[in-house]
């Protein structure tokens, strides 16, 4: 037997041709390294946020603003087009270099999936959570079989909690409830347990579960598990809440500001000289005056009455040999500015906007520090395109569930997914469709 090489930690079995060592020293190096996070919480989910609301309060700020609501709604629209196409790539016959076209697929079992589950019903919610919270869930209900998915349901983000990482640093479930403010406990009632998908109980054929939670991101860095939209910042930074506080403001000084267009100074004497008492009474001459009032009122509220001019007569004191003070009328200068803090709201309308990386021309605000107005069709046309044009990154994510249910239904590998987008031809004539009857990956 030949003689076994002992060196440190290692030995060579020359006979049986092979190295013995410690474990650590012959670790997969392509394996990833993860540390799992650190949670002292004494619930069985990680709280989102510190107070477990964080989705509940983003909401609660978006729903005072009416700038940011709209710039995600947009960022759902231009992402989502006019929906999912599920096609096939062929060459195209018009010759090398071509494009290929895109044939829609027909498959019975593809076709009823996507009917069955109103994919193009459900999408439009899974993008809102990804461009809102960065975030999303949803949940696949697998046949009797377990070894195709039958039903797929997006889930509402903002119920959504994601259980401890174990030893492993997995995260082996995915907690649901309408009730967070509550703060339930685990009584699956206010709460409810879904599995989180593990590939590593799936061995290609049947999986165990019944149904199962996934988690899709917009993924940021040094966060393990909720990550976190890049618009946030202004939430932080305070932009979102001047932007929301303006119109309370405008609206409390309107409220409680006292409008007076006129003053009108009447000597003291004037009706007493003008109504002696020896022709009139004390009631006589309250009714004199009422009317007097009455005729002045009318005579400086009534728009026909704009541009009149106005004649008092006046006292002569035979003592002092001098006229007496007459009427006077003044016009009180309004010392509200109706401008006040609209430059401050039109900033922080522009920082919200920036955050979110949506042009204000798209919907229907001018640029920073331009006149105001919604800018050019052009305008309109570029910004949509450039917007689209950023979105794949984002739709990679987005469509990333259906190829997951193609493989995991064993469809055809050729099947591929992606978003139609909506055309901004600048004429009829030169949309797609009046040319060539096909789906095209950006237009349709």
Same mark, same amino acid.
């Given at each position: ?6 060196? +440190? =930690? ?5 006979? +049986? ?26 619930? =069985? ?52 270099? *071509? ?24 999408? #439009? ?5 990804? &461009? ?71 061995? +290609?054929?049947?999986? #165990? ?42 609206? *409390?000084?309107?409220?409680?500001? @006292? ?11 004037? /009706? ?13 001459? &309250? ?63 522009? &920082?919200?906007?920036?955050?979110? +990386? ?9 640029? #920073? ?12 046309? =570029? ?7 950023? @979105? ?11 190829? /997951? ?40």
């Amino acid at each position: 037997m030949s003689d076994i090489i002992i060196s +440190g =930690e290692y030995a060579i079995l020359p006979g +049986g041709k092979a190295i013995v060592g410690p474990k650590s020293a012959f670790a997969d190096a392509g394996a990833q390294n993860v540390t799992a996070p650190y949670d002292i919480s004494p619930q =069985e989910w990680s709280n989102w946020g510190d107070s477990n609301l964080f989705p509940q309060e983003v909401i609660t700020d978006l729903e005072k603003n009416s700038v940011a609501f709209r710039a995600l709604d947009k960022r759902k629209r231009v992402h989502f087009g006019r929906g999912i196409i599920c096609y096939r790539e062929s060459p195209d016959p018009s010759g090398p270099g *071509a494009a290929p076209l895109r044939v829609p697929v027909t498959d019975p079992e593809v076709v009823e999936f996507l009917r069955l589950n109103q994919i193009n019903l459900q999408w #439009p919610d899974l993008i809102m959570g990804l &461009e809102t919270f960065a975030n999303t869930w949803l949940e696949m209900i697998m046949n009797k079989g377990k070894d195709k998915i039958n039903r797929v349901f997006v889930k509402d983000p903002a119920y959504c909690r994601m259980a401890k990482m174990d030893v492993n640093n997995r995260i082996d479930s995915m907690y649901l409830s309408a009730r967070w403010e509550m703060r339930p406990s685990n009584d699956g009632v206010l709460v409810k347990e879904i599995p989180m998908w593990n590939p590593d109980q799936y061995d +290609g054929t049947k999986y #165990p579960d019944p149904n199962f939670a996934m988690h899709l991101s917009y993924r940021s860095f040094n966060r393990s598990y909720y990550h976190l939209p890049v618009w946030n910042a202004v939430r932080l930074n305070t932009w979102m809440n001047i932007a929301s506080s303006v119109p309370v403001l405008k609206s *409390a000084i309107m409220k409680n500001q @006292m409008t007076i267009k006129y003053h009108i100074q009447i000597p003291d004497n004037y /009706f007493t000289e003008r109504y002696p008492d020896k022709d009139f009474t004390k009631e006589e001459r &309250e009714v004199k005056r009422l009317a007097v009032l009455t005729d002045m009122n009318d005579f400086l509220s009534n728009v026909e009455n704009s541009g009149k001019s106005f004649i008092s007569y006046s006292f002569f004191n035979k003592v002092k040999q001098d006229y007496l003070t007459g009427w006077k009328i003044e016009v009180i200068q309004n010392k509200l500015d109706n401008q006040a803090y609209l430059p401050d709201s039109q900033a922080a309308n522009s &920082e919200i906007l920036f955050a979110m +990386g949506v042009d204000p021309c798209l919907i229907g605000a001018g640029n #920073p520090g331009s006149a105001i107005g919604a800018g050019s069709g052009s305008d309109k046309r =570029e910004a949509y395109w450039m917007l689209n044009a950023d @979105m794949g990154t984002d739709r990679s994510v987005s469509l990333s569930p259906l190829y /997951f249910i193609r493989d995991f239904n064993k469809w055809d590998p050729a099947i591929q997914f992606d978003y139609v987008c909506v055309d901004t031809s600048q004429t009829q004539n030169q949309h797609p469709s009046k040319i060539n009857q096909k789906i095209d990956k950006t237009q349709a």
